[in-house]
């Protein structure tokens, strides 16, 4: 990355003020002084401003559409994780924003933005996700209000109310903005129904991008982060 833009991102100043600071020579590249405003620093690279040592990882924002057998997780002894797929970005600390059961596909944010990730997943702001649940047989509109005002899973925890969206045969879309242990499956077993297959088709304001196949991922578009920024900051 260019040494003035990571400086004017870190805050030193606009991209004008971190190249005057560069042109003095308050910044060192590996103990070098360094005069050249479009430097561009290696991942490895110790940059110094006015003696104090630089810490910086370049954000990354990416929409993963999950296939099943893979867990949500940065390691694992048996299974392929959500991560094993970002070959090349070995080094940039990347982890999935909560998790999606080993058989639930979809959706899933990966990120090393650790202060965005605490943000959505704050119990007090958690963002709406939306789900296909497809049952083991035809769904009853009569238990839309129970689902909807919340329910009582099998451990006593009564569930935040959800949204149930929409709905045909055995296929319904439910939102919800909590994430406790197979919540949707365990929502829908309390009313007799099994979740055979799990889709996550949204997570805040972010859709499941239609043109990821299942093991596919892209980085977010500046609207989408801005938009998911926007979600947490507004709950
Ligand atoms: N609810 C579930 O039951 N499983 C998931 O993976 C996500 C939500």
């Not at 925890?157 to 499956?185: C, D, M, W």
Request: charged letters at 30%; proline letters at 3%; zero cysteines.
């Amino acid at each position: 990355m260019r040494l003035d833009k990571m400086l004017a991102h870190l805050n030193y100043g606009s991209r004008s003020e971190v190249k005057k600071l560069i042109r003095k020579g308050f910044v060192m590249v590996n103990g070098e002084i360094i005069l050249d405003d479009d430097y561009n620093t290696k991942e490895d690279d110790e940059v110094t401003i006015f003696g104090d040592v630089v810490s910086y990882e370049e954000k990354l924002y990416f929409m993963l559409n999950k296939p099943k057998n893979v867990v949500s997780a940065t390691f694992d002894y048996y299974d392929k994780t959500v991560i094993d797929f970002f070959q090349g970005y070995e080094k940039r600390n990347l982890f999935p924003v909560g998790r999606l059961d080993i058989d639930t596909t979809g959706l899933l944010l990966i990120t090393n933005d650790g202060e965005l990730a605490h943000m959505l997943l704050s119990p007090k702001r958690h963002v709406y996700k939306t789900y296909k649940a497809t049952l083991d047989k035809k769904f009853d509109p009569k238990d839309i209000i129970a689902l909807e005002n919340g329910v009582t899973l099998d451990d006593g925890y009564v569930t935040l109310p959800a949204r149930i969206e929409s709905f045909e045969e055995n296929i319904v879309y439910i939102s919800i903005r909590e994430g406790k242990y197979h919540q949707v499956k365990r929502m829908f077993q309390a009313f007799d129904y099994e979740v055979v297959e799990l889709n996550r088709e949204s997570f805040g304001p972010l859709k499941l991008d239609s043109n990821l196949k299942l093991g596919e991922y892209r980085p977010l578009t500046k609207e989408e982060l801005d938009l998911l920024m926007k979600s947490y900051e507004n709950n």
